[in-house]
Every structure is written in structure tokens, then in C-alpha cells.
């Protein structure tokens, strides 16, 4: 049987010690520190940790893919390194393809996953570089047994990474900041070890998750009017139902039941309501004469 020499260099990349390493460091960043002590410093760690292994795992795949074609270990090696660079760019800037990786890691895996939307993730490419050298590194050297085992460890330490941190299942508190940046929590988790926190940069359309401490607790009732036409106004009563006033508040016209918060705000010289519906997400209006669109925060509403 021909030797699949992409595939060996991969498990001899991935038996280096600076992979051990790496794979170590991933799974210790994002299952203990990122527990004990969440910072920007855990968050970045993991993406170097894992931008360095990966194109290894990729590449493994991808020579049985190839094998037809035969490629060279070197061309190999481009096209894993160029997809890994390509996707983590996408995953860090582009919702769609950060929504889709985690609906598929998730899927994989079995159970939450979740991976933050942070441009500023990209300078995490940097470990591609000592990475590429290694590949590169054709000295001869036996493939142990191990090595396998740390292709499945590896695989399966990228997939899972940080479970659960930060996300949401139900949103029950809303609060806006300012420029469109509106924050969203779940108050029944409150008391678990991550804030169950989320946040929106373009008035409650994308949400991702946020590292604040707590988002405020309002009591019900909560009453809005606008301020471009004040006779259009809007509330959540004591029972939690959702009710639209085009008089004032004089009378009220029932929108939907189970509304836990209630938030207008505006921007960008218009104004928006979005209102909490626990696990069903929120619900967006923009005003004056838009309609009600549904939006799901993380895993809420999914």
C-alpha cells in the first residue's frame, strides 16, 4: 500500500511537542481559566493555542481527500493552512459563518458550543506562521502510536471549545447603552459562574456574547412612549403581556404574552422597541410604521 506521506507528516506535526503543548494549553484555557478568571488575555490564548494545531488536523483530512490528485505534502499543506486562515477570518468577522460553526460543532459534539465574534481574534493568525515552519520541517522521524490519539484529542479540543461561555437561552433583561449597542441577559442564570449575558453593536439584529457582570432587573410594569410621537406608546403590565397605546395610553391593544422587559430607544435619527421573550428571543419594531420581526439571541429562539 502507497504511503499517504501528507498524512504521516500530519501525526508527526501533531506529536511535536510544541503541538502537545498547544492542544494542552487549549483545553487548560478554555475548561479551567476561562472559568476561573475570563479575560481578554484567556480569550486571545485560545485562538493562538489552536490556530497553531489545527491546519495539522485539517491537513490530515484533506490528504485522503486529495489522494487522487497527488499533491504534494507542501501543496497539501497550502491548502489546509489557507482554509484554516480563511474560515478563522470568517468565523471572527462574518455572523453567518460564526452562527454556522457553532450550529456544527454544537451538532458534532452533542451539547453547546459557542465561538466569539472579535475582529481583533484575527491577530491570532500569527501562530500560523511558526506552524507552517514545522510543516515544512521534512525531517524523518517515526510516527508513533500516539499520534492518532492526539489527532482525535486535537479535533475534538477545537470543536468543544469553551462550552457555554458566555450564551443564552432565555432573555428576560434588556437595557440599550448607546450608538445601537443594546444588552441582553437571563436573569434565572444569574447566579451560574458566567453572566448569561449577550450584546448587539447594530440595535438588536446580531447578538453575540458579552463579558459584562449583570444587565439591570426592572419590575413590571414597564411603560415607553416615543419621543418622536408620543401618543404611541407601548408596555409590559404586571402579568408579563405585551400591550401597544396609540392614544396616549388611554387604551391598549394586546401584542403577545409572556414579555418579560421592554426597551425603546433611539438612533441613527430613528427609534426602535425591542421587548424580551425569554426563550423565544426578542421582538424588534422599528418606528414609526415598521412591523414586529422576531430575533433570536444565541440560543434563544433557536
Known amino acids: 500500500m502507497e504511503r499517504n506521506k501528507s498524512f504521516e507528516n500530519s501525526l508527526r506535526c501533531l506529536q511535536h511537542p510544541l503541538s502537545l503543548i498547544s492542544i494542552a494549553v487549549l483545553l487548560l484555557n478554555d475548561h479551567v481559566l476561562k472559568v476561573v478568571s475570563p479575560s481578554w488575555l484567556t480569550g486571545k490564548l485560545s485562538d493562538f493555542a489552536g490556530l497553531f494545531f489545527f491546519p495539522f488536523i485539517t491537513a ?3 490528504s485522503f481527500v486529495f ?14 493552512f489557507g482554509i ?23 451538532s458534532l459534539i452533542g451539547s453547546p458550543t459557542y465561538f466569539v465574534l472579535d475582529a481583533s481574534d484575527v ?23 500516539f499520534a492518532y490519539a492526539i489527532l482525535s484529542i486535537g479535533a475534538i479540543a477545537v470543536i468543544a471549545t469553551s462550552p457555554r461561555y458566555p450564551t443564552i437561552y432565555s432573555v428576560t433583561n434588556l437595557e440599550y447603552y448607546k450608538d445601537g449597542i443594546v444588552y441582553a441577559a437571563d436573569r434565572e442564570n444569574y447566579g451560574e459562574l458566567y453572566p448569561q449575558t449577550a450584546v448587539s453593536n447594530d440595535g438588536g439584529i446580531v447578538w453575540q456574547g458579552a463579558d ?20 404611541n406608546c407601548f408596555q409590559v403590565t404586571k402579568r408579563g403581556s405585551l400591550e401597544q397605546s396609540k392614544d396616549k395610553g388611554t387604551t391598549w391593544i394586546a401584542i403577545t404574552a409572556s414579555a418579560y422587559d421592554l426597551i425603546l430607544f433611539e438612533w ?8 424580551a421573550l425569554g426563550e ?4 424588534r419594531l422599528e418606528l414609526p410604521d415598521g412591523e414586529w420581526k422576531q430575533v433570536s439571541v444565541l440560543y434563544a429562539n433557536k
Request: aromatic share 8%; with cysteine.
Open 268 to 275: 441613527n435619527n430613528k427609534e426602535y422597541v425591542i421587548v
Open 84 to 106: 484554516v486562515a480563511i474560515w478563522f477570518v470568517l468565523l471572527k468577522t462574518f455572523p453567518p459563518i460564526n452562527h454556522l460553526t457553532v450550529q456544527l460543532s454544537s
Open 67 to 80: 489522494s487522487r490528485f497527488n499533491l504534494s505534502s507542501r501543496q497539501i499543506g497550502q491548502i489546509s
Open 212 to 231: 459584562i457582570e449583570s444587565v439591570e432587573m426592572k419590575s413590571l410594569p414597564i411603560i415607553h412612549c416615543s419621543h418622536l410621537d408620543p401618543n
Open 60 to 62: 490530515a483530512g484533506l
Open 280 to 283: 423565544r428571543g426578542v421582538m
Open 123 to 145: 491577530i491570532g493568525l500569527m501562530a500560523l506562521i511558526p506552524a507552517w515552519k514545522l510543516w515544512n520541517n521534512h525531517q524523518e522521524q517515526k510516527v508513533s502510536k
